[in-house]
């Protein structure tokens, strides 16, 4: 999944891999830095010192930083929820959706149009979801710009012991157990 998503009216560039066991793994970028993020399914992991040095005011240099409540994390957890979003764009479209042929990166799709959502299909897999903006695309999501690829393609979770801090609590070098996921 790559694009734009605007998070509690805030713009974030994601770059991630998810599966359908909302897993994911890649790149969120804020306008204070870019982060990269592993979710395990669970816990969202991230690493991105200027990004936490500007939310934070705290180093944490380049450890993995388990910190529920950044943005970033959260923009994380809601785009692995495809149920979610999938109700969210069901309810903004109504019954007024149009379907049309179409093609997106020159792969031959059926353009779904309402008047705030187009979700462009490859066969039964969207490949673009384009919102309006102030269309509601989850809990904190709105104006929903991406690309889909690569289904249930194995996110990039790495195995062992990750160097990881659980903030607030300062608890720095604190290591979390393996992912029991098989990679």
Do not use: C
Request: zero cysteines; a positive charge; charged letters at 15%.
């Amino acid at each position: 999944m790559t694009g734009t998503v605007t998070y509690s009216g805030n713009p974030y560039s994601v770059d991630l891999t998810v599966d359908s066991k909302r897993r994911a793994s890649g790149t969120v970028t804020a306008t204070s830095g870019t982060v990269q993020v592993v979710d395990d399914g669970n816990t969202v992991y991230m690493q991105g010192k200027d990004y936490f040095g500007k939310l934070l005011k705290f180093p944490v240099f380049d450890r993995w930083v388990k910190y529920p409540a950044a943005p970033v994390a959260n923009v994380t957890m809601q785009l692995t929820d495809r149920s979610a979003i999938a109700k969210a764009l069901e309810a903004t479209a109504g019954k007024s959706v149009k379907s049309k042929a179409a093609t997106a990166s020159g792969v031959r799709t059926t353009a779904l149009t309402a008047p705030t959502v187009t979700v462009q299909v490859a066969g039964s897999r969207p490949v673009e979801i384009d919102t309006a903006a102030g269309v509601q695309a989850g809990p904190d999501l709105s104006q929903l710009n991406v690309w889909l690829s690569g289904y249930n393609a194995a996110p990039d979770v790495p195995p062992g012991r990750m160097n990881e801090s659980s903030l607030p609590n300062r608890a720095l070098n604190s290591s979390h157990q393996p992912s029991s996921r098989v990679t």
